[in-house]
Every structure is written in C-alpha cells, then in structure tokens.
C-alpha cells in the first residue's frame, strides 16, 4: 500500500504572486489585505517552479490528494482551484482535490504545505514545510520523499 501524501495549492503548487500581478492595481488596492478575495485570482496563477513534473513524479510513489484552502470569501476560488488542478495535473490528481480549512482532519503519512494555519501545524503525519530552509524547493522536497518509501 502506497504512503499518503497531500500537498498544499498556494505558493506550493501554484505561484500566488503571479496571480495578483495579473490584476490592475486598482483591483490589488481595493483588497489589499484580503488578495484571495479577488475575484478569479486562483484561474490566473501560474504553477511554481518545478511544481508539476515533481506531482507528476511523486504521484508514482505516493497516493497523492491536493489540500487546499479556499477563501471563504471568494466563492470562484473554489471552482477556479478545481479547475486549476484539472488544467495543470490532469490524471496525477483525477478526483483528489480536497478543500478544507482543517487540513488535520485528513490522515495520512505527509503533508507539503507551507504554512503552519488551517491545521497543518496539527497534522497527524509529518508536515513538510515547503520554502523553509531544510525545503527550500522541489528538488529537496521530491529527494527527501524519495528517500521514506525505499
């Protein structure tokens, strides 16, 4: 049986920043402080760095499920994540989108999120916390995941 493993969308999967630079400034400045309330920022998001041929690759050795946060706020998020996930992962993520603001309700072996909030801090299995200095990118992320199913 393969380990479980979910892996976070926001600034993990898909470049947040990228988003919001596709946005007139007006639009930024009107939701300074709350940028994942604007409406339709997750369909304009690119994929971070490596992000996809890393899924790709990890979803041959992991059961993987994408947990994600949708701002409550802003009901296209949830259909714009959706579809995100359709567009750039296709079958390594087929029906394995799941939204929730408590990721520690889910079981499973690990989780690649870079934050802490929403119940990443509290998750049963282990929390690989993307963009911190022992995981910096992908590359470290696949070679240390690697490494726990030999």
């Known amino acids: 049986m393969k380990k479980i ?12 920043q990228s988003g ?15 940028l994942d309330e604007i409406p339709g920022i997750f369909s304009q ?22 947990l994600s946060t949708s701002p409550w706020e802003n009901p296209t998020a949830w259909t714009d994540k959706l579809l995100w996930v ?6 390594s993520a087929y029906k394995r989108l799941i939204l929730t603001h408590h990721k520690n309700l889910n079981r499973g072996d690990f989780l690649v999120d870079d934050q802490t909030k929403n119940g990443a801090k509290d998750f049963e299995g ?12 992908w590359a470290t992320v696949v070679a240390y995941l690697r490494e726990r199913v030999a």
């Open 5 to 16: 493993l979910y892996v976070d969308m926001d600034n993990v999967l898909v470049d947040f």
């Open 20 to 34: 919001v630079a596709r946005h007139p400034k007006e639009i930024v400045v009107k939701y300074e402080g709350r």
């Open 45 to 66: 998001m690119e994929p971070v760095a490596h992000a996809i041929a890393s899924i790709n690759e990890l979803a041959s050795l992991f059961d993987i499920y994408v």
């Open 86 to 91: 359709k567009r750039h992962l296709g079958k």
């Open 126 to 137: 282990e929390h690989i916390q993307f963009g911190s200095e022992k995981f910096p990118n």
